[in-house]
RNA sequence: GUGGGGGUGCCGGAGUGGUCAAACGGGCACGGUUGAGGGCCGUGUGGCUUAGUGCCUGCGCGAGUUCAAACCUCGUCCCCCACACCA
């Protein structure tokens, strides 16, 4: 067994001297820009890692030798609550500590021997990267994009700090499980719901992005269309508004309710007997946390406000309520209840007993109102709706928006469920949003001449608040407008703010007058493939998105989408679960890689499952495919003692075609990133490889068979090919040739099986032979069958081949003697008028294996000597074998 | 609840109307090589059967469409993932 760690160092050597995965801008050459998600470096690289850069860099380099000019950059999303953490735990710097985590994950992807551009490298944390993560606040602040207001943000009191909406899971701090609170702070949001529309209706552009990730960001932005309408309240000069998209059922509202933080509430009930009922209501649904409040699924929970409304529509007066039910931050935060046709309004109005009317029925059956069980939700007519009465509830959606408008009643709006993107983080590690707090001034950006505000080193670190209050030269500064004292923002920016742009970054790393220069980010942008976990479907991939039209529209790029396709990979799964320090069944990638050497880790996590697929980690399966790269690499060491000769006898051809199938096969497969199966057909043809050398070979056949495959392996296993490469004599690196081709003419798909079936005919005579004792036989049958399905297939084709228009084929199987199966044949012909090529496929392969046996006859004779018969029709006495096609003839031996 | 993805051999996993008992790999069994082991090479791996072979059964379950279905349609059961009261 090959020492494959020390051929893995010999060549990651070579390679970084030799700076062959620089990327450069070439105009004479496509580009190729291939990219995976940036890792956060904590402590080490897990099996997921290994998984997204074994396939990046596979294709990566597959996308070189096939003649791209490539950019395939790494960096890391260096700022986070990790280093924050171990600061607090082991009083070490976060700064230190993140770059020493930096250099100890960039170790280990180099021993993976990944082709990194390292030239590129980018650590968000760096303030030459953060300087333009606060550039880039301040013209969102310009454009009005970036603003303050106050929310409720996670705050888990356990920790003593506010979390993300990601960090919350189940409504838990995701570190300590505690039950997170929801705390009122003045917060810096960005207005993403203003390119709701652009990034909803871009979706369709992105042509090579898997459906369930377009699926999920437009249900994540969950635009809907319907009506504002407005109620007046009754003996009150008050008008409330409510959104719906079932205008429809206008005349079916029975009551009102609004969300407990409403401000109206309090207009609504101040001074009147029921204040401090509703006011208790509305403190115990406050205090409940996220939890208490939505995962308790159906239960809900209101309280009249003792006010009543006037529906315009029809005069009538009904109800107000409040109930935590209705959402705050949706729509106008009030919901007009029609219990009849919406289940929630059912649910509720059964709880407390409020009314109900029908106001769209089913056409088949009446429903009365008094029994129902459940909401109708179902399409109707309208009924008890005046002059809309008997027109369909679909129309009648548009027809009444109509109405109310003309009215002034209502207003149609398009409401979103995506909310504005949340980015102060009251953390240390991350980028200082540049804002000044100034008494006189108010809210001053930090001037762009004065960035990057830098990160002060020296905050303490108490797991209590955020630590940039703790340093007082930060805080303190002053106003940049009237130069009196004033103090800073000490809120960072949420990490997604760096993973926004990173990848613009890549394309001019050195750039220091502007995130980027624009012809950089044209040439190489935009992303052709990016890869990486499917976690990443909403969050990152949106804000990208979103970044990105932000920064067209401010004109630095010309396109507006920033990942061309995307690839998300499946899981690392082990004994059933996946993969994680907590269930204890990680396997260490750099153990195997020590072990068996970074091909065999690389190779085995592509061929273990398609890349989009789970993969179920298996150590007999990494022993197999070390034994498996062995096996390829004895084709060049063993020496070989094979007859050899110069003229190209079947066997030989045989090997030349395999070898370009193989190639377009391979080629293919992994551009259509189907990579475990590549590696299958690279095993199926190292067997063949072997077969083949074991008989009789052509020297130049052989090598150029073994120079494939080579070539073919090495975006999978860069090393050992990279030694096998020099081991056969070729001078120049094998990361800088270019891809084998294949020739088209060498790839006779229907020649090869029929050969192949001679060969296996003659070896079955043989082993009859052997089998039956004798020596040699006098006479040979060789059993064809005619098969109905050969009849019907080579009728069809006879039909396509005389005529493409189908009126006359139909014409033409009518003359057939084949009219019982003329009506099937006759529903067959439009799909392979369309795809001609399609068909014949089955019959080609028969006819030429027919023709192949009688061609082969001779041959045959000679090799053993007797008389060969082929009979295409069988005589009844062999009716077992009429079943049997060409490709396995019946053999009689006499 | 809504949306998405799945159920194929002892196992991981291909195949998505016809050359398919099912690629490729693992495991297991047998044989060869070897002092032994490892390694390497070969053969086999649903049942019955043949000299070659053939037949039956089979791709979660049930039904349908078709000359032909693991693949299409409908129903049904189970599993996984995401979002979860969005009016």
Redesign the pocket.
């Known amino acids: ?1 090959a020492d494959f760690v020390k051929i893995q160092e010999k060549w990651q050597k070579k390679w970084e001297e030799s700076k062959v995965f620089e990327a450069k801008e070439e105009p004479d050459k496509k580009k190729f820009y291939c990219l995976e998600m940036f890792p956060y470096p904590s402590g080490c690289l897990h099996m997921g890692h290994v998984r997204n850069y074994s396939i990046g860099d596979s294709f990566a380099r597959f996308k070189r030798m096939r003649g791209f000019s490539v950019l395939y950059p790494m960096g890391y999303d260096a700022m986070g609550l990790p280093a924050e953490n171990a600061a607090i735990k082991s009083k070490v710097d976060p700064g230190d500590w993140t770059y020493k985590n930096i250099d100890g994950i960039k170790e280990q992807q180099k021993l993976m021997g990944l082709s990194y551009d390292w030239n590129r490298q980018v650590n968000t944390c760096d303030p030459e990267y953060y300087k333009w993560n606060q550039w880039f606040f301040l013209k969102l602040m310009e454009k009005g994009l970036a603003y303050r207001k106050g929310a409720e943000v996670n705050w888990c009191p356990d920790c003593n700090t506010v979390l993300a ?2 960090q919350v899971e189940d409504g838990r701090c995701w570190r300590c499980k505690h039950e997170v609170q929801q705390r009122d702070l003045e917060q810096w949001f960005f207005k993403i719901q203003d390119y709701a529309d652009r990034l909803l209706d871009d979706i369709d552009k992105l042509d090579d992005w ?3 990730v377009k ?2 960001q437009k ?2 932005i ?1 635009r ?1 269309y ?1 009506t504002e309408i407005f109620f007046k309240v009754k003996d009150m000069d008050l008008t409330i508004s ?6 429809d ?1 206008v005349y079916g509202i029975t009551y009102l ?1 609004f ?1 407990p933080e409403h401000s109206i509430v309090q207009k609504l009930i101040k001074g009147t007997k029921h204040e401090d009922n509703v006011n208790e209501f509305i403190k115990k649904v406050k205090k409940q946390s996220n939890i ?10 209101g309280v009249f406000t003792g006010r009543y409304f006037v529906n315009p529509v029809n005069g009538e007066e009904f109800p107000i309520w409040v ?16 219990p009849t046709h ?4 059912f ?2 109005a059964k709880k407390y007993d409020l009314p109900m009317k029908l106001v769209i029925s089913p056409e088949a059956y009446d429903i009365n109102v008094e029994k129902m069980a459940r909401a109708y939700v179902e399409e109707g007519v309208l009924v008890n709706s005046e002059d809309f009465d008997g027109i369909n509830n679909r129309e009648a959606i548009d027809k009444i928006s109509k109405f109310l408008e003309e009215k002034g009643w209502g207003k149609r709006t398009v ?5 504005d993107w949340l980015i102060s983080r009251q953390r240390y590690w991350g980028t200082p949003i540049p804002i000044i707090y100034c008494k006189d001034c108010g809210i001053v950006p930090v001037p762009e001449d004065q960035l990057p505000v830098i990160l002060p080193k020296n905050v303490k670190f108490t797991g209590e608040g955020n630590p940039l209050e703790t340093c007082e030269e930060f805080i303190h500064t002053t106003c940049p407008n009237c130069k009196k004292p004033a103090t800073r923002e000490t809120d960072t920016m949420d990490t997604f703010v760096d993973s926004s742009w990173y990848f613009l970054r890549y394309c001019s790393p050195h750039e220091d007058r502007l995130p980027f220069k624009k012809e950089d980010a044209q040439y190489w942008m935009p992303v052709d493939q990016y890869i990486g976990g ?2 990443h ?2 969050l990152h991939l949106l804000y990208a998105r979103f970044f990105t039209k932000f920064v067209k529209d401010l004109g630095l790029i010309e396109f507006d989408e920033p990942f061309k396709r995307l690839l998300c990979q ?2 690392v ?1 082990k004994d059933g679960a ?1 993969m994680s320090k907590s269930i204890g069944n990680t396997v260490d990638p750099m153990e195997i890689i020590g072990k068996y050497g970074a091909d065999t880790a690389r190779v085995f996590i592509l ?4 890349p ?5 980690w ?1 150590d ?2 990494v ?6 790269l ?2 390829v690499l ?1 084709l060049v060491e063993d020496d070989i003692d094979s007859p050899t000769t110069k003229e190209l006898a079947n066997r030989d051809k045989h090997m030349v075609g395999k070898m370009h199938r193989t190639i377009k096969k391979v080629t293919d497969l992994i551009e259509e990133f ?1 990579l ?2 590549a ?6 043809y ?2 063949k490889l ?2 083949y050398r ?1 008989g009789q070979i052509n020297k130049e056949v052989y090598d150029n068979a073994v120079k494939a495959i080579i070539q073919l392996l090495s975006p999978f296993a860069p090393h050992v090919c990279e030694e096998m490469w020099e081991m056969i004599g070729e001078k120049e690196m094998l990361s800088k040739s270019s891809w084998p081709e294949f020739d088209k003419t060498m790839i006779d ?2 020649a090869e ?1 029929a050969e192949e079936m001679v060969s296996q005919t003659i070896s ?2 043989a ?2 032979l ?3 004792n004798k020596e040699s036989a006098k006479k040979v ?1 060789l ?1 064809v069958a005619d098969t ?2 050969y009849n ?2 080579s009728t ?1 084709k006879t039909i396509l081949e005389e005529t493409r228009n189908p009126g006359e084929i139909l014409g033409k199987i009518m003359a057939t003697d084949l009219k ?2 003329g ?3 006759s ?2 012909v439009p799909k392979y008028v369309k795809d001609p090529s399609k ?1 014949p ?2 019959v080609l ?2 006819e030429k ?1 027919y023709a192949a046996l009688v061609e082969a006859k001779e041959a045959i004779e000679s090799e053993f000597k007797c008389e060969v018969n082929i009979v295409k029709e069988l005589e009844s006495k ?1 009716a ?6 060409p ?7 006499e």
């Open positions: 067994m909406n990601e898997p459906d369930r699926i999920m249900n994540w969950g809907s319907g409510t959104f719906t998209t079932r205008p059922t309710v969300a208490e409040r939505t995962a308790e699924g159906k239960e809900k929970h109930a935590d039910y209705a959402l705050m931050d949706y729509g106008t935060g009030a919901v007009m209840a029609v919406d289940q929630r309004d649910d509720f409401n979103y469920k995506i909310r499917i976690e479907a909403i499946g899981m799964i996946k061929f273990a499952a398609l989009e697929k789970e993969l179920d298996s007999e399966g022993a197999a495919i070390y034994k498996f062995n096996r004895r189907k475990s199966l590696i299958g057909v690279l095993m199926d190292t067997n072997y077969k074991d798909e229907e099986a079955d005579i082993s009859v052997k089998l039956t049958t059993f109905w399905k019907f297939m069809l019982k199966q009506q099937q044949i529903k067959m068909i496929a089955t392969t028969l294996e062999e077992k074998a009429r079943q049997s096609m490709s396995k003839p019946a053999i009689l031996v």
